[in-house]
């Protein structure tokens, strides 16, 4: 059937589909069996896109009229609960109660799958499954930047927002990094490499193995690769031993790692990096630097550049010995007046996911440093 043939036939499928009492599908259903149909032709590897392409318009449309109409009838959107995303004080819990670590192959195993789908950001289902760990992986290294900082890579191959077609060679698939972290113990980038160390290397085609029941020295997992529906539970069953409530589904590592980089300020278009959401379309023309994608793994790992605590006042050479300093003109803070006009401002504040950094051209003899602080806002004046 050709995406034309395939367009007509939704369309009036939209407009006639009944339950076999007769009664009428809510909007949900109805965007759920289009859904499953754009599922369908992805698993078979074409790339074709219902929700996207021009060739199903008439299907979207018919789909836009049908869902207004159910909802009109009172047979709108369900109101489905959301995977709950994990908060800092929960992965915390996570670690001291021992179900995240590295001491056993089911911790290590359990620790591997949550930093992988936190620190990518990956779907709960098929992106996860289609991981491989030795033949050709999608995920390699560690590899160092130019700060001589050690990553690891990964490279995105078919997902949801990139089917592979012409359509997806102008955004091209994710390329995300993940930092090494300082604490060991919680380090994805040494928890990989022992996790990687400790399986059969002529495993292939699967990236998660079952833990042997008896360990070897050097050898923690089988050759057998953990099955489908087991898979699906991981975090579920983590969050559950560890007696957390709500919804928590693999799902919610994604939801986790993309609310804590928008909760800390991070600019959209790194978010976007990250998830391998689609942004706007100038996008294509910014460049992260090395430092901004380090800090991307400092947000996930809990760690944040700290703020200065000191009151608003500046901060200006001082004497090296204990004699009474006298101020001169120099000494003396800048009074700003209305021609000391700031160039660029950007907000950083956690109360308003905000921090500023003016630039502000002022006429001094020398320079002037000024770092200053209150209510966790940062301010960095360069003066000149």
């Not at 130019?146 to 078919?158: A, G």
């Amino acid at each position: 059937m050709t995406p034309a043939e395939l367009n007509i036939v939704l369309k009036h499928f939209l407009f006639e589909a009944k339950k076999c009492d007769g009664g009428d599908y809510p909007s949900s259903t109805l965007y759920d069996i289009v859904a499953a149909v754009q599922s369908y032709i992805r698993y078979t590897g074409k790339s074709v896109n219902i929700f996207e392409d021009d060739d199903f318009e008439q299907t979207r449309k018919a789909l836009d009229t049908c869902m207004k109409e159910k909802a009109a009838m009172g047979l709108g959107i369900s109101n489905r609960q959301s995977a709950e995303i994990i908060t800092l004080e929960e992965e915390e819990n996570l670690w001291k109660r021992g179900v995240l670590g590295s001491d056993t192959p089911a911790v290590l195993l359990d620790t591997i799958f949550y930093l992988t789908g936190l620190h990518f950001s990956l779907r709960g289902g098929q992106e996860h499954r289609s991981l491989r760990l030795f033949d050709n992986p999608q995920i390699t290294g560690p590899h160092m930047d130019s700060n001589e900082k050690r990553f690891l890579l990964y490279k995105e191959e078919v997902s949801k927002t990139n089917s592979g077609g012409l359509k997806s060679r102008k955004s091209g698939p994710k390329i995300v990094r993940a930092y090494e972290n300082p604490d060991q113990e919680r380090c994805y980038v040494h928890l990989f490499e022992k996790y990687k160390s400790l399986c059969d290397t002529s495993s292939t085609k699967a990236f998660y193995f079952t833990p042997l029941k008896i360990r070897r020295p050097n050898q923690w997992f089988s050759k057998v690769p953990i099955g489908h529906n087991t898979l699906q539970n991981f975090i579920k069953r983590m969050c559950s031993a560890a007696g957390f409530r709500g919804k928590r589904t693999n799902h919610s590592l994604r939801a986790t790692s993309a609310t804590r980089l928008y909760q800390m300020g991070v600019d959209e278009q790194q978010i976007c990096e990250q998830t391998g959401h689609k942004s706007e379309a100038d996008r294509t023309y910014k460049r992260t630097s090395d430092r901004q994608k380090s800090d991307i793994s400092n947000y996930l790992y809990g760690k944040v550049r700290k703020l200065a605590d000191q009151p608003l006042t500046t901060k200006l050479d001082q004497p090296q010995d204990d004699q009474p300093h006298t101020s001169t003109q120099e000494d003396q803070p800048h009074k700003l007046t209305q021609d000391d006009q700031p160039q660029r401002s950007v907000i950083d504040d956690s109360t308003q996911n905000a921090a500023v950094d003016d630039q502000i051209q002022v006429k001094l003899d020398k320079p002037l440093q000024v770092e200053n602080s209150r209510n966790q806002i940062t301010i960095n004046f360069n003066i000149k």
